[in-house]
């Protein structure tokens, strides 16, 4: 490769527009569009065909239903809040660790990590009803369900990410004789950091699930809750209410979630 | 056939300065779950201090595993490697290692990728870094310091793999198919690029390749390597001037060294 060459791949790289992640009002335009288009179907079809409103609210019973009960809502929105990451960061803090151990202690892997792999497929949330046996209805159980949906995939992403090193580069990391501690930190982490972040996107949209599930078994607060309070009383338009808020904070959870992965881990964000 | 005793290098032995790389009757064999293979078999080699050794042989030569043997990667299943006339019993801070995909790790700029070995190693970082603006200055890749690998092309990663292994100023070099990934003209600019740090930098180079006209063009001596076993066919000595120029693939010099280890490795 000549200089001139040289020179040439540099601009082709200045010139090049890396695309943005992020959504334009351009590209809402279509998908707002239709959900306001079949928002009013769903306005014509109560009114036309006269459906009970304690059997399907009409949208605009819906909006009613969030301004008059805008503070029960807020209130029981920041109780499930608190429930999912209480539960999820609980996970974290366990999860990761775990998987260090069990990568590096041989013994681990061939006792506990067969068993956690094995667990991961019973239903957690089937637990839910057991924990609220020994633990009661407070909002401990449904952390603990939010804890249990979490941990498997971030236990199971980190493990495979901390194993997902090119044997290449543990070449180049062992012609260096280059100790345990430096093949943590400068390799095997950062090589798992994208892994880690595949186990928490899909951990945190399990945890809205858990804590909603925990709060069905038996609570007194919670969106969960209040679906099921709102429902048995016939108050369906409170019950939609919590229903997009649900729905909503998993998205801004989710996407909250993928912002601070584009933070951490620029490098594999897009691949 | 015992091509050892008649060598033509064996009658340099004495100009060369130094015995760097001593390896004595090397076995390495490998089980596998269809029977045991050979892949080194009986392998005896001098390297010279500062020489430029080509490994060139057709795949399953071993010509990667005996440069896994140099650089204490692998244990031989027999026989012995002297560096600097000690044995080689682990990985030595004195050797860079090239390998043929250029490995850099994607969250470090392509500075903190050269500087890795210095982190490791715990060298004064100032000066490594000033040492690693050298190195990527010689390549041509003092632009790119604060790029990451992943918006390079191959060839500018690879540049900034061979700064990687030399940021240490090892005395050896270890090469495995350090350019078989590239296309063929950065594959000839990146030769006479090693060529003109090896000419500032003395160094021992150990470069691994299946390409004849590459091994040729760069080294003191070609090593060609014959397949089952793996195993030293001959050593060809390459007695074309330094330093060395891409025309010279014309001379007819080199169409007959060409020839030569095209013949033994038994490849038309």
Request: glycine fraction near 6%; include cysteine.
């Given at each position: ?271 | ?110 500075l903190?990728?050269v500087l890795?070995p210095a982190?490791?190693?715990?060298l004064d970082l100032v000066k490594a870094a000033a040492r690693a603006r050298d190195l990527l200055n010689m ?24 700064c990687r292994?030399l940021i240490h100023n ?31 930098e ?67």
């Amino acid at each position: 490769m000549t200089e001139q060459t040289i020179s040439q791949i540099d601009t082709d790289i200045e010139d090049e527009v890396i695309p943005e992640g992020g959504w334009s009002i351009k590209d809402s335009i279509a998908p707002l569009g239709t959900f306001a288009v079949l928002l009013l179907i769903w306005e014509g079809c109560t009114s036309y065909f006269a459906i009970p409103t304690w059997l399907l609210p009409a949208p605009s019973e819906i909006a009613k239903a969030f301004i008059e009960w805008r503070g029960e809502l807020w209130h029981h929105t920041l109780v499930t809040l608190w429930e999912t990451l209480a539960g999820f960061a609980l996970s974290i803090a366990l999860a990761i660790p775990l998987a260090v151990l069990v990568v590096y202690s041989p013994f681990l892997r061939k006792s506990v990590y067969p068993l956690l792999l094995g667990l991961q497929s019973v239903p957690k949330v089937a637990i839910a009803p057991l924990l609220a046996l020994w633990i009661g209805f407070g909002v401990l159980p449904k952390i603990l369900v939010v804890f249990l949906v979490c941990f498997f995939p971030i236990v199971v992403a980190t493990a495979t990410g901390l194993t997902s090193v090119q044997p290449a580069v543990m070449d180049l990391i062992r012609s260096l004789s280059a100790n345990q501690l430096q093949t943590f930190a400068k390799i095997r982490f950062p090589a798992a950091m994208p892994h880690i972040f595949v186990g928490l996107k899909i951990a945190i949209t399990f945890a809205v699930i858990g804590a909603v599930i925990g709060e069905f078994v038996g609570a007194e607060s919670g969106l969960g809750y209040l679906i099921l309070a709102s429902s048995s009383q016939a108050h369906t338009p409170v019950a939609f209410a919590a229903l997009v808020v649900l729905t909503i904070m998993s998205i801004v959870l989710y996407y909250a979630m993928e912002s601070i992965e584009k933070l951490a881990v620029p490098w594999a964000v897009g691949e | 056939m015992d091509v050892s005793d008649k060598l033509p290098h064996e009658t340099k032995l004495s100009k060369r300065p130094a015995d760097k790389v001593v390896i004595e009757k090397l076995h390495k064999t490998y089980l596998t779950s269809s029977g045991r293979t050979v892949a080194l078999q009986d392998v005896s080699l001098t390297i010279g201090k500062d020489e430029f050794i080509a490994l060139v042989g057709p795949s399953g030569c071993g010509k990667s595993t005996l440069l896994r043997a140099i650089s204490a990667l692998i244990k031989p299943s027999k026989g012995k490697i002297l560096i600097d006339g000690a044995p080689l019993s682990s990985p030595s801070n004195q050797v860079g290692i090239v390998f043929q995909q250029a490995v850099l790790l994607p969250w470090r700029t392509v500075l903190d990728n050269v500087l890795l070995p210095a982190e490791i190693l715990r060298l004064d970082l100032v000066k490594a870094a000033a040492r690693a603006r050298d190195l990527l200055n010689m390549v041509g890749l003092s632009e790119f310091e604060a790029r990451y690998p992943g918006e390079l092309s191959g060839g500018m990663q690879q540049r900034a793999a061979i700064c990687r292994a030399l940021i240490h100023n090892p005395s050896m070099l270890l090469m495995d198919e350090p350019f078989a990934a590239l296309d063929a003209l950065t594959r000839e600019e990146l030769g006479l690029q090693l060529l003109r740090i090896w000419a500032a930098e003395k160094k021992t180079i150990v470069f691994v390749t299946h390409n004849i006209s590459e091994a040729i063009l760069l080294a003191d001596r070609v090593v060609a390597m014959s397949p089952r076993p793996g195993r030293i066919s001959e050593i060809v000595s390459v007695d074309l001037p330094r330093p060395r120029t891409l025309d010279m693939e014309f001379l007819p010099e080199f169409k007959s060294y060409s020839d030569r280890v095209r013949a033994v490795i038994g490849h038309g």
